[in-house]
């Protein structure tokens, strides 16, 4: 069991890897729930996650996520615990603290532009997650950690992408700055300008047709000669 689960994160990081540029170290964004689930079934993310992963992990979370512990007390105080051993991300809630599946969310706008992976056992914030394209999500089943397949919204954009229907701004700009500091650009719109030119008459619809004999101008011929024979005869 525990080969097959390998094997499928291996797979599914790959999809990562190659579709979304996901690089080591893996930044991973964890809430309050993933840390108690961690906690109650004696999991031990710093050590088992890289493995799991099959790189270096980076564990991090936002003061909203610790803020969100502290404010649910005694209940929570061994995940608070947990969360504030990471790596503290800036969000964009210093002054106006938001909840913990909020904040996260916007940690991942504007296309994931830092490859965070999500880890939360909220499925509320899982469903939202799942709506978003690139973005690996995480969570604890069965006293296992466990990366979550390629959503629907995630392979549609690889297929998009694939097709070509889908490439980003700054890399049209970069194609038009790159042809025209080649010149392409240039020869490109000469080649458009050039019209075709009116050809002439085929040389070989200009040559005369040879006429074939044919068998009945032949024989007109024939009887002729016959004719000439038979008055010398006489």
């Known amino acids: 069991m525990k080969l097959k689960r390998q094997k499928h994160a291996k797979k599914n990081m790959g999809f990562y890897k190659n579709n979304f540029h996901v690089q080591e170290p893996f930044q991973v964004l964890l809430d309050g ?11 031990q993310i ?12 980076q564990l991090c979370t936002t003061r909203c ?24 991300r800036n969000c964009s809630h210093h002054k106006d603290p938001v909840s913990g599946s909020v904040c996260l969310l916007s940690m991942i706008e504007e296309g994931n532009p830092h490859h965070f992976f999500i880890a939360t056992q909220d499925q509320d ?4 997650v799942k709506k978003k394209a690139g973005v690996p999500l995480l969570f604890i089943i069965q006293n296992t950690m466990v990366l979550d397949k390629p959503s629907p919204k995630s392979l549609a954009f690889v297929q998009k992408l694939q097709m070509n229907e889908l490439v980003p701004e700054h890399q049209k700009q970069s194609i038009v700055q790159l042809k025209e500091k080649e010149g392409l650009a240039k020869q490109e719109g000469e080649k458009r300008r050039k019209r075709k030119r009116a050809g002439g008459p085929n040389p070989l619809s200009c040559l005369k047709k040879k006429k074939k004999k044919t068998q009945e101008g032949q024989e007109p011929s024939a009887e002729k000669k ?9």
């Not at 996520?65 to 503290?88: C, D, H, M, N, T």
């Not at 914030?125 to 939202?128: G, T, W």
């Open 33 to 43: 729930t993933f840390c108690q689930a961690a906690l109650r079934n004696k999991i």
């Open 46 to 57: 710093r050590e088992q996650l890289p493995g799991y992963l099959g790189g270096a992990t």
């Open 65 to 88: 996520v610790l803020k969100e512990l502290e404010s649910l007390g005694k209940a929570l105080y061994g995940a608070k615990l947990i969360a504030q051993r990471f790596e503290v």
């Open 125 to 128: 914030l899982a469903n939202k």
């Open 226 to 234: 016959k004719r000439r024979k038979r008055k010398r005869n006489r």
